[in-house]
């Protein structure tokens, strides 16, 4: 019998993670600290209006994890672990052009992708793989070494797989079980203290720092752990005024007056931290490493792919602008190209909702046979927004980015190795769901719900 759902065991692995990285990054608990004073902030100020993204238990429990891996083979073994807790593989992200960094990986996010599962605990993880046969970044003799490196470590115990695949299978795992799996999964991500050997890390971050985090050493570990905050201007400069050294922007869209839409992210700069190092004469030395560092976002509605060629023709239109423009020119910026109000981002077909019927119908005679948009109008169905649940590439690479100290290299004159969707879905021997036809099929499902209900549809 399982006794601990995968929702649960979900909901637990984020707190256990969170106590962990807590442990590890101290700095991360001032961010969470930070964040929450935000929220109850924005909730006393807003009240019901605060949850209309999401309730405030959802958004005070919610997180992001940031993890790499280096092969295939983990990668695999990676949507395994997920999988127990709910968590399935959405949306591909290519780094590798999405950076002028050198950033060698193409990634995906594990999170649920049922909206009930997502109101209940939306975990994520966004989840990289070096892309070692990339010639651009690592030479043919290189990229040898560098996958028999990889081929060698054991990044999850055969222990642990079991009882992933056994909680997958069975919808949870019996309490016993369920202790142990969540102690071996979170000690998968626990930074190790083994000594890293110092010449073929520097070989590595010689090409990409991110390279070496993945590849120069024998673990693999949470980068970074990321709350959700409601009102993130207000979390930044609360972070500032305790003396936390923020990367210069926020990512994404300005604030402005109208609809919050997909993401805006900032950080704190990577810390350093005590690491040892196994010299080339044999000896351990202490020395540090920056590569961890604390993220914060704030959601908004998820777009449609009409809602995104918008956005990003914003972004565009805000980096042809430079750094020159002041906050409010960025808003003038990026009020040409979205609309003000959700009446607008829902009537032009842009922002993702659903439909529900009005419980105060315009009449007691049967609805018009019109469309969706007219019913809305009418008063017979009002709209909820959906928050989006996913990641952009830009974000995510100036995420990478923003805490490199150094460029890498990439010899741009050699194509690239041809690591697409299909071929990480064969890596991940599941199916990779696209983010936008999860969020089309929820609106559809609801009008289809609603329309059902007004008698304008059978069941
Ligand atoms: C992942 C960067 C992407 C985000 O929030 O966009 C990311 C990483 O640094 O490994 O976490
Ligand atoms: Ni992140």
Redesign the pocket.
């Given at each position: 019998m399982a006794s601990v759902s995968t929702t649960e065991l979900r909901a637990r692995f984020a707190r256990t993670l969170s106590r962990l990285y807590g442990r590890e990054v101290p700095a991360y608990t001032t961010l969470v600290e930070v964040a929450h004073q935000v929220n109850a902030d924005v909730a006393a100020r807003l009240g019901a209006g605060a949850e209309r993204l999401g309730s405030l238990d959802r958004v005070t429990a919610e997180r992001?994890g940031?993890?790499?891996v280096g092969t295939p083979t983990e990668m695999a073994q990676v949507a395994r672990v997920f999988g127990a807790l709910g968590m399935q593989p959405c949306g591909f992200y290519d780094l590798r052009d999405a950076s002028t960094s050198s950033v060698p990986v193409v990634?995906t996010a594990f999170r649920p992708t049922d909206p009930d599962e997502l109101a209940l605990n939306p975990f994520r993880v966004?989840t990289?793989l070096l892309a070692t046969s990339d010639r651009r970044f690592f030479s043919a003799e290189l990229s040898g070494r560098l996958e028999s490196f990889l081929a060698a470590r054991e990044l999850f115990s055969p222990r642990l797989l079991e009882l992933a695949d056994r909680a997958g299978a069975g919808g949870g795992l019996a309490e016993a079980d369920a202790t142990e799996f969540l102690e071996r999964a979170a000690g998968s991500f626990a930074l190790s203290t083994e000594p890293i050997d110092r010449a073929w890390y520097e070989e590595l971050a010689q090409i990409s720092a991110v390279a070496a985090d993945i590849g120069g050493v024998r673990s693999t570990h949470i980068?970074?752990l990321?709350p959700r905050v409601l009102d993130i201007d207000a979390l930044y400069a609360a972070m500032s005024a305790r003396g936390i050294a923020m990367i210069d922007a926020i990512q994404g869209p300005p604030r402005w007056s109208g609809p919050d839409v997909l993401l805006r992210?900032t950080s704190f700069r990577a810390l350093a931290e005590p690491r040892r190092f196994a010299e080339a004469d044999g000896t351990i030395s202490e020395g540090t490493l920056r590569v961890r560092f604390g993220?914060v976002?704030a959601r908004g509605i998820a777009l449609t792919p009409a809602g995104r060629a918008r956005y990003d023709a914003g972004m565009a239109a805000l980096d042809e602008a430079g750094a020159a423009y002041d906050s409010e020119a960025a808003a003038e910026i990026w009020g040409r190209h979205l609309p003000r109000t959700e009446t607008e981002l829902f009537d032009q077909g842009l922002g993702v909702y659903t439909v529900h019927t009005v419980a105060d119908r315009p009449s007691v005679g049967p609805a018009p046979q019109v469309s969706v948009t007219e019913l809305v109008r009418q008063g017979w169905l009002r709209t909820e927004p959906v928050v989006y649940e996913d990641?952009?590439p830009r974000?995510?690479a100036g995420?990478?980015q923003s805490n490199l100290t150094e460029t890498g290299t990439k010899d741009a004159s050699l194509s690239g190795a041809d690591l697409d969707e299909d071929w990480l879905a064969g890596v991940l021997g599941r199916e990779l769901h696209d983010p936008y036809d999860l969020y089309a099929a929820q609106h559809e499902a609801s009008v289809r719900r609603a329309l059902v209900d007004l008698g304008l549809a059978h069941p």
């Open positions: 992001h940031a993890i790499r990634s966004f990289s980068n970074h990321t992210q993220e976002e990641f952009l974000s995510a995420i990478f």
